[in-house]
């Protein structure tokens, strides 16, 4: 196979969720850039309409934004079968909206509802989005679904409890649906500390030092190294690969302490 088309997803049609901004929007430019189609899925639907824009604008590819919250059930089966009318087929899932108090998860003021809300984010989404996206994959003959993992999913961290389970769940999750719905492949991508607007929330200029200290590539993540891992899982180069967790970040462990 020649390189250019292990990269190729022109006739390839891509949903994003969370992709309004940071890693979402990246893998959703990184995606089209490589010809891709692109339905971008966020709450925030005017930064998604303008994210749309931009990447349709630079790509010259088939981009639309939808407004959904990945939380509510009915607006998640809607804006899939909207998306499927839009595109004609749906290829390539990229699981990306979540989150959670990282760093912030006081344990002894953790609550149900904080737990069944952080992992509705990152967890039941991935189930119902996939179970949503595996019909028409399956009817197009291709299927790629890349599941949004964290690095905190391997790695011990104070005050992070309910997030790092809600990730680890996601690993186990990406194995087992690798088995369950193949041939669709499922992959996830572990980023460690990625610049973004969540992390430069909680972020201060001590603990990037200390990051920095503990990763070999002396950098922190940019949104476009995820979005590159997130490229090769959805691509024809990684044909032969499901049911794996890559963890993209720079060779180290970067602790929020």
Known sequence: MVTGKLIDLRG??????????????????MLARSGASVALLDRNYDAAA?????????????TK???????????????????????GAINILVNNAGGGGGGREIFDGLTDDYLNKIFGLNVYSIFRFSRLCLPHMKRAGYGSIINISSMASVMSSMNMSVYSASKAAVNALTRQMAIDV?????NAVAPGAVKTEALASVLTEEMERKMLALTPLNRLGTPEDIAS???FFASPMSSWVSGQTLIVSGGGAQVLE
């Open 229 to 231: 891992a997130v490229l």
């Open 50 to 62: 303008l994210s749309a824009s931009e990447i349709a604008s630079e790509c010259g590819v088939q």
């Open 65 to 87: 934004a939808y407004r959904c919250d990945v939380l509510a059930e009915l607006d998640s089966e809607a804006v899939i079968e909207e998306a499927a009318r839009d595109f």
């Open 12 to 29: 390839k049609a891509a949903v994003v969720t969370g992709a309004a901004a940071g890693i979402g929007k990246a893998s959703a430019m």
């Open 182 to 186: 193949a041939p669709v492949r499922v």
